[in-house]
């Protein structure tokens, strides 16, 4: 399809670095899907849906620079929603979440509920001034925060809140947050991995698997239509949580 | 039951279906993965002599028809790539490397830089500033740039044309007096989108080139003339979807097809092997063999 115009209905300041943009148009996403967004003149980039008609996004770099300048009334391109979202499933579901990793989990925390399921959450933050979502997800379950300089919550990353939690009680573990975090719970779950999935971040060009740009070593697997929410037992062995690739190919 | 193995533009493959230049080919991974799903043989993406990012997106919209592409020539350089082509070998198709180049230095140096089973000179890509088709739309410069290639690798030479020309006869009949062992027709067709909302073209390199089902017809119609007047080789692809399409650029006269835009549809790397079976069962329906189907529709003139 071609890029759906959307215009910018309300936009929040979620933290210093994070805001939540709504638009005119309900999206009607599977929770963990994406969105090609299209910033006119600028570039085209993937954000995770956090809104039935909205996305969170965090300042990184050029294109999300131009997003934040944009005001309620601008216009985006949208193409979307895209790739394959998390697959709920089991009676009770543990959501970890790393900084704005929180973002898609928050929308299928509420699905979960909303499906009658249990839903504990385990997020990690750098301090507490970038809690983000903190209501939703403390309005469907227990909610565990962890915090990089102990200001909230746990001291230490997402991972140090593990222990607080026993993992076996959970049918599926959805993870959603920095590559290292996600290896690393991901690395202390040993078989446990067919129950846990994980949304992953490349590099995306095309959107549609063709382009290759988001493959992962060495399935091939195709990030942006296979994923990117993909099961942990086919991310090991892989390049995933040692290296990515730039958009020119090269590793890094 | 109906061989479909043999020589496709000097490279022995046991199937004639392959993976087009500029699709999935950047990681040795996506290139072993379409051999192990039933490619014969597979092209990488092009690869030149210094690593580049490729163009602002959006950089693929979809349109009536097909897609509309300007990636930009993305690829991390010659000197990173060997190791992806190693892999990609692991498949057990011969691999061919797509190189392209600014000029016929550049060329020479990206071929002799790497190992490959086959090169794959991209002469034609329609979305690159003193590239591709601004080089390759010169008889002239596609013989140079072949014969000087041609002399230095010791593997098979295809050169990929551009039908953004008046006549593509005379690009395949400069790369044949170059030495090439075949040719590569077609690349995608010059094109632009326009996003109404704005007035602006949707493309971030504002104009691309479009592939799919809409520019089959133009490709059958340039693999006929190509395979009428030559005497290598004719590579078919533009549109391949289906078994079907294959035969339809068999009977123009091709060697072999590649597969390209058609991998972005559901069935994913799964088209390789469906085409391939189609167009083996058809075979075997007719009775004929490939080396008999191919050129069929020249019989007719």
Redesign the interface.
Request: net charge positive; with cysteine; charged share 25%.
């Given at each position: 399809?071609?890029?759906k115009?959307a215009e910018i209905v309300e936009i929040v300041r979620e933290t210093s670095s994070v805001r939540t943009l709504r638009f005119d148009l309900e999206l009607d996403p599977v929770p963990g899907q994406y969105l090609?967004v299209?910033v006119?003149?600028?570039?085209?980039?993937p954000m995770s849906i956090s809104y039935r008609n909205g996305i969170t996004v965090q300042l990184v770099g050029e294109a999300t620079r131009a997003i934040f300048d944009l005001s309620v009334g601008d216009?985006l391109?949208l193409?979307g929603p895209l790739g394959n979202g998390f697959l709920l499933t089991g009676k009770r579901i543990l959501l970890v979440g790393g900084g704005v990793g929180a973002a898609p989990l928050a929308l299928l925390g509420e699905a979960a509920r909303e499906e009658g399921m249990e839903v504990s959450t385990l997020l990690g933050f750098r301090c507490c001034d970038d809690l983000l979502f903190r209501e939703r997800f403390e309005r469907i379950g227990d909610l565990v925060i962890t915090t990089d300089d102990g200001s909230e919550g746990i001291c230490g990353r997402a991972s140090a809140g593990l222990s607080s939690l026993n993992l076996q009680e959970f049918d599926q573990i959805y993870l959603c947050g920095p590559e290292p975090m996600m290896a690393d719970v991901i690395g202390r779950c040993r078989g446990m991995e067919t129950k846990i999935q994980a949304s992953i971040d490349r590099y995306f060009?095309?959107?549609?698997?063709?382009?290759?740009?988001c493959?992962?070593?060495?399935?091939?697997i195709?990030v942006c239509?296979e994923g990117p929410v993909i099961r942990a037992d086919r991310l090991v062995g892989t390049e995933f949580g040692r290296y990515r690739?730039?958009?020119?190919?090269?590793k890094k | 039951m109906a061989s479909l193995s043999g020589d496709v533009g000097g490279i022995e493959m046991k199937n004639p279906v392959m993976l087009a230049a500029g699709i999935l080919g950047t990681t040795g991974a996506s290139l072993r993965r379409a051999a192990r799903s039933g490619a014969g043989g597979v092209v990488t993406k092009s690869v030149g002599a210094a690593p580049r990012d490729g163009h602002r997106g959006p950089t693929v919209v979809q349109v009536e028809g097909g897609l509309l592409n300007a990636m930009g020539l993305p690829n991390p350089s010659y000197r990173s790539f060997q190791e992806e082509i190693d892999i990609g070998r692991e498949g057990g198709a011969p691999v061919v490397a797509s190189i392209f180049g600014s000029g016929l230095q550049e060329f020479v140096e990206v071929a002799e830089g790497l190992d490959a089973d086959g090169f794959e000179l991209n002469l034609s890509c329609p979305h690159a500033e003193r590239l591709g088709a601004e080089i390759g739309c010169e008889a002239c410069n596609v013989e140079e740039i072949t014969r000087a290639v041609k002399e230095r690798v010791k593997v098979p030479l295809w050169v990929k044309l551009t039908p953004n020309v008046t006549d593509i006869v005379g690009l395949g009949l400069a790369a044949q007096r170059g030495g090439a062992d075949g040719v590569v027709a077609i690349n995608t067709l010059k094109a632009m989108a326009i996003d109404v909302e704005s007035g602006r073209p949707i493309l971030g390199n504002r104009f691309g080139g479009l592939s799919g089902p809409a520019i089959k017809p133009v490709a059958v119609r340039c693999v006929y003339d190509l395979a009428s007047a030559l005497d290598i080789p004719v590579i078919g692809v533009g549109g391949v979807a289906t078994w079907q399409d294959a035969a339809e650029m068999i009977m123009a006269g091709a060697a072999g097809v590649q597969v390209g835009t058609a991998l972005g549809r559901a069935e994913g790397y799964g088209i390789f092997r469906s085409i391939a079976e189609g167009l083996r069962d058809y075979l075997d329906r007719k009775g004929m063999t490939l080396e008999e189907l191919r050129g069929l529709a020249r019989r007719f003139s």
């Open positions: 399809m071609r890029p115009s090609m299209w006119r003149g600028v570039d085209e980039v216009g391109g193409r060009k095309c959107g549609m698997g063709i382009c290759g740009s493959a992962i070593d060495p399935s091939g195709r239509v690739r730039g958009p020119s190919g090269l | -």
